[in-house]
């Protein structure tokens, strides 16, 4: 088991808590080199995570703002 894909799991999960605590609803990741992004499917807000040894480090529209489209209705 990489420690490295166990920790970019984690940094996508967080993220993706934290941009749904914001009303957004994540589509689909995509996976770059050293980093992970996937955006919102209502308003396109983007969220990334940066896969680090050193300091992983998420960032984006997803995890400042609300979501524009969202209705704040819980998924689950
Ligand atoms: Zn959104």
Known sequence: MSS???QLAALKRIAEFSARLRGHELGEWHTGE???Q???IRC???L???HSVIQPEMDGTALESLCSKGDVE???
Do not use: M, N
Request: contains cysteine; aromatic residues 12%; glycine residues 12%.
């Open 4 to 6: 490295i894909a166990g």
């Open 34 to 36: 050293g980093f992970a």
């Open 38 to 40: 996937a955006s919102c």
């Open 44 to 46: 396109r807000a983007e």
């Open 48 to 50: 990334r995570v940066y």
């Open 74 to 76: 819980r998924a689950a």
